[in-house]
């Protein structure tokens, strides 16, 4: 028997205490140590979603393809490896056929085993897909209250504007700073040397990839007019 250990996060949830890959990672090698079998290697994928199936996600598909009847396959969480319904059956339909074991750290049953443990994990990923849903619909109704308020929303401002409290307020003389960039891009200026340009001149943070940013509205403002 061999013990392989699979982590994921999705862009979003990098930041976020317990979705770490590091995090996940410490509760695996823990978990395997608990179980006494050795972590014979970890499968990551970093920055994929959910939405992938696990057969078509870079490790997730290696992982698969590596088990052998006998094999244990650790994770923090069923959502780690799966997402869809469709996804979670097909899988671990495969899985038990092959005699491939599932655990998982947060108490949910090995589905593998058919019966009440398969249906016990596929009513608990359902009610936590069911609250990371919610979770969005809550967060997107409330920046459409601080939009609709003229409030600040998070994030970086847009370009032309800067944080003051939860408000957003124009930069005075913006219509200078976004002519001079023209200025610059018309003369062949590089991306790079217009940020640091209108950045001295006019006292304020400018990244390149704003300037790429603004200068792609523009054409495209002026390709619709």
């Keep these: 028997m061999a013990a ?3 982590i994921r996060v999705s862009t979003d949830e990098q930041a976020l205490e317990g979705q770490s890959l590091d995090g996940q990672e410490r509760t695996i090698r823990s978990l395997c140590e608990k179980s006494g079998a050795p972590l014979a290697r970890l499968f990551v994928d970093a920055g994929v979603s959910a939405k992938i ?9 290696a992982l698969l393809a590596a088990l052998k009847s006998g094999d244990k396959v650790f994770a923090t969480k069923l959502d780690r490896l799966f997402r869809s319904d469709t996804d979670f059956c097909v899988t671990v339909d495969d899985l038990a056929e092959r005699g491939v074991d599932v655990a ?27 609250e990371r849903e919610m979770i969005g619909v809550r967060t997107q109704a409330g920046m459409d209250e601080l939009k609709a308020k003229g409030r600040y929303q998070g994030g970086n401002p847009p370009f ?15 219509d200078a700073i976004k002519g001079r960039i023209v200025e610059l891009a018309s003369a062949g200026t590089s991306l790079r040397r217009i940020a640091d340009t ?14 790429s940013a603004f200068l792609k509205d ?8």
Excluded: N, W
């Design 4 to 6: 392989y250990g699979y």
């Design 53 to 61: 199936p696990l057969r078509d996600r870079p490790q997730g598909g």
């Design 104 to 130: 998982l750290s947060d108490g949910t049953p090995d589905p593998t085993k058919g019966g009440m443990a398969r249906i016990l994990a596929l009513v608990m990923a359902g009610f936590a897909r069911f």
């Design 160 to 174: 032309g504007f800067r944080r003051e409290g939860d408000a957003l307020v124009p930069i005075p003389g913006f």
């Design 198 to 211: 209108v950045s001295a001149e006019y006292g304020i943070k400018v990244t390149h990839p704003t300037v």
């Design 218 to 225: 523009r054409a495209a403002e002026g390709d619709a007019a």
